[in-house]
């Protein structure tokens, strides 16, 4: 039982263009969202987060959309750049604010390649 | 360095060995987890420690493995009787707490690569 899917194995954009990496998931107790990026026989790093209170969250070059009614989020990445080449992976929490522990269910992971 | 650090970085054994795996984590961090990685996958959980303590160990597979982190800092993967579907990476991960709460953010070291033959 896949909680957390990413439906697209990869993803291949243009440098400067917009990268949008989705992610469904279907247990409703999740309240809080994270991306991670993993680069190869490195360990995944965290990018950025979203709790389920809020259905934006920005930084820098990435937001993150959270649409609770359809169980869907999405990374976006504006503008793309070569070096954001790397694993996403999207992970989901039931975090209740804090109380809870950090246990994550992860997506299978989306391959971003981005071309100069 | 600061981060969290895991060691061996690739482990080959033959199937029936035994494996341990080891985890330092971020100082100060109080949390720490283990996860697996299979091919094609994202990570999967597995355990779970606050301080000394397994507080969650629902994600082990089987009685083959256990972890141990008996002063709340270094931790042991160990698997026994290992077997061809134990290959994997092995993903050590740490967090935070800030005034008794979780912070949301986990620090994963590089992982450990088990192969078994």
């Known amino acids: 039982d896949q909680q957390v899917k990413q439906n697209s194995p990869s993803l291949s954009v243009q440098e400067g263009r917009i990268s949008i990496l989705n992610c469904d998931y279907t247990?409703?107790?999740?309240?809080?969202f994270l991306w991670y990026k993993k680069y190869p026989a490195e360990g995944p790093t965290f990018l950025i987060s979203?709790?389920?209170?809020?259905d934006k969250n920005e930084d820098g070059r990435f937001t993150v959309f959270l649409n609770k009614s359809a169980k869907h989020l999405s990374l976006h990445i504006v503008p793309s750049q070569p070096g954001d080449s790397a694993v996403y992976f999207c992970?989901?929490?039931?975090?209740?604010?804090?109380?809870?522990?950090?246990?994550?269910?992860f997506g299978q992971g989306t391959i971003l390649t981005v071309h100069p | 360095g600061a981060g969290v650090s895991q060691t061996p970085s690739n482990k080959v054994t033959e199937k029936g060995k035994y494996v341990e795996l080891r985890c330092d984590p971020i100082?100060?961090?109080?949390?720490l987890y283990w996860y697996r990685q299979s091919l094609g996958q994202g990570p999967e959980f597995l355990i779970y420690?606050?301080?000394?303590?397994?507080?969650?160990d629902s994600g082990l597979p089987n009685d083959r493995f256990f972890a141990v982190r008996p002063e709340g800092s270094v931790s042991t993967l160990k698997i026994q009787r290992t077997e061809r579907g134990d290959s994997a990476v092995y993903l050590c991960?740490?967090?935070?707490?800030?005034?008794?709460?979780?912070?949301?953010?986990?620090?994963f070291g590089e992982g450990s690569r088990l192969t078994v033959l």
């Open positions: 992970a989901a929490s039931n975090f209740a604010g804090g109380t809870s522990y950090g246990k994550l269910t």
């Open positions: 247990n409703s107790m999740f309240d809080y």
């Open positions: 100082s100060g961090h109080t949390a």
């Open positions: 991960a740490s967090s935070l707490m800030v005034a008794g709460l979780h912070t949301g953010e986990l620090f």
């Open positions: 420690f606050q301080g000394t303590g397994a507080a969650d």
């Open positions: 979203i709790s389920s209170i809020k």
